[in-house]
């Protein structure tokens, strides 16, 4: 993607020079390709709820058969979807005349790409259409990703609630695989839920207790006898293919069967993604912009006005990409509609709406009112008018003159003009971007900041720290005692980053905690170490004790002991230490730090926010001199 603006060119500068690569690091990260074929789970036998292997050909047959408890029920999209009789979910019309059937794993880059790039557009079209069954079985490479078991057995979970919770956690689920990919995923399922609507208690428990990991275990089993060996591997009807593979292929193979032929045994394997392409977009169908038409970058958003997932990224991202991009001149911004036949007839008066009133120059208030109150209008399609004249009302706009406007039809056109071209472009899940003209999907807050170059706003309040707190620059360390990396890390580039830069005023250098428990067992005591002795005004002695003696503690049963002896020989209260220790009270803190890392897509130790901006692994020092120096420079041109 081409630079977009300062904060930007300075984020690629270092992605470039660090490479957006866990380049030495502790955790579970996935390397790009990885995932794809794997040694799977051993298979069990016991069954559960969407358990029990089904025959293939049972699938196909006429009728179909739905579970009471999900009839009639639809997803966010408005997509039907429901249990099959055995408890396999599905989306789409049981008479479908074709089924596509998916093994898939939770923590596969592939997968993911395939939830997010293709399935959203068949879920748009051959499945909104009534051609596409699509069914889903977990297939989970355990060996290569540590986490897919837990996130499987999560939508299971969410499946407890109905088959519409089933299907809003699966696509939760791969929107933000970078987010849950680490030890502590159990608490982010539950918060996902909590935010799903879900009863969060429920899910807890059946998280917590592993409820459907045999369910999970019985779908391997299942693909193994069918010859599934990677991920993901769909079924056509009964015909294989293979690989995460474009949308256009996935267009071919649906046309080919309907059509009574079969698809080719030579298909191609799983490849890493093709470099974007800019598209051009037209000046035509525009609904709003702002910023300079002289702006040297554009950004295009297509969004629909019953889009949840456009209602959350107007309020937690488009406030802070205005600020940073547009109100600074960098950036014009092209807003364009597209509303999906999902969310209502009223989605496309909205957008009439909010062009209606821009035509009394509040266009931009009126987006924001009709996002804010989504769920009213949407919930009560019948009454969305009067809704909107009443915002228009609240907005004191002339409501006589809103009133014919939106009667009218006259922005009918234009908005189709939108709709095709969003078409033509292959407008994926929304909101969806054109950056410079390369595609973005999702509406994510961190992931959306990072691929728009916006730092993250890492809170540094009551965090320890050494350095200027009015330094230039500020590096925020993510940290794991336990791990080998991060050790590196304070052996060999730490002592030269504070003696250039730390020391001399040019860098405030913050520490947090992100212990990687499924492979780290004592990290997190070591973490309630080091803020014991913070405890004691001590923190960065014994910092430096745990790394400097991590080979002597790290496995052994008595780490508390020889951590109570560290605080001994650093002259501090052994017994307050001790106290504070086994009490378990920094332990709290050491699980916050570790949330709010993931929270902003760290997912492996060591990891830094430079400025706002994410780079993994134990870098050498001369990468962050390089780096670092850079950002000085271009400090002093501003």
Known sequence: MPQIHQSLRQALFFFSLFGLLILAACGPSVAPGEGEIGQAAAPTSDANLLAAPIDPAAVFSAPRSASSSADGEVDANGLPVGFLADGRPYRGSLDAPVVIEEFSDFQCPFCSRFALQTLSQINQNQVASGEVLFLYYDFPLSSIHPQAEAAANATRCAADQGAAAYWDMHDLLFARMDAWGNSQANSTFIAYAEELGLDSAIFAECVQS??????????????????????????????????????????????????????TANQPANTEPPTPTPVAISEEGVAATLGSAEAPYTIVEFTDYGCAACARYVADTLPTLKEILVDSGQVRYILKDFPQAASGTAAQTAAAAARCAGEQDAYWPMHEA???????????????????????????????????????????????????????????????????????????????????????????????????????????????????????????????????????????????????????????????????????????????????????????????????????????????????????????????????????????????????????????????????NGLLADSEQQ
């Not at 293919?241 to 046309?255: D, H, K, R, S, T």
């Open 370 to 628: 009709l996002f804010a109150t989504q769920e009213v209008w949407v919930q009560n399609q019948a009454s969305a008018d009067a809704h909107f004249q009443t915002l228009a009302a609240d907005l004191n706009l002339d409501q006589a003159a809103f009133r014919g406007c939106l009667s009218s039809g006259q922005f009918d056109a234009a908005i189709q003009t939108a709709v095709a071209e969003g078409q033509r472009v292959a407008v994926g899940e929304l909101p969806y971007f054109f950056i410079e003209g390369y595609p973005l999907s999702g509406a994510e807050p961190n992931s959306v900041a990072v691929a728009l170059g916006l730092p993250m706003n890492v809170p540094i309040d009551g965090a320890y720290s050494i350095g200027d707190p009015n330094a230039p620059i500020t590096i925020v360390e993510y940290t794991d005692y336990q791990c080998p990396f991060c050790t590196r890390h304070f052996a060999e580039t730490l002592p030269l980053l504070r003696q250039n830069f730390i020391d001399t005023g040019k860098v405030l250098y913050v520490f947090k905690d992100f212990p990687l428990t499924n492979i780290h067992p004592q990290a997190v005591l070591a973490a309630a170490a080091a803020r014991c002795a913070g405890a004691q005004e001590a923190y960065m002695p014994m910092h430096d004790a745990l790394f400097t003696n991590q080979s002597l503690w790290s496995g052994q049963n008595n780490a508390a002991d020889l951590f109570v002896g560290f605080a001994a020989d650093l002259g501090l209260d052994s017994d307050l230490f001790r106290t504070c220790l086994e009490s378990g009270e920094m332990e709290t803190a050491v699980f916050a730090d570790l949330n709010e890392g993931m929270s902003f897509g760290v997912n492996g130790t060591p990891a830094f926010f430079i400025n706002g901006f994410l780079v993994s692994g134990a870098l050498p020092y001369a990468s962050f001199e390089q780096g670092l």
């Open 210 to 263: 592993n409820k459907h990991i045999e369910a999970v275990r019985d779908d391997v089993d299942l693909g193994l006898s069918r010859g599934v060996s990677s991920t993901p591997s769909f079924f056509i009807n009964e015909q294989p293919l293979i690989g995460a593979q474009p949308l256009e292929v996935f267009n071919q193979a649906i046309a080919t069967i309907q059509n009574g032929g079969e698809l």
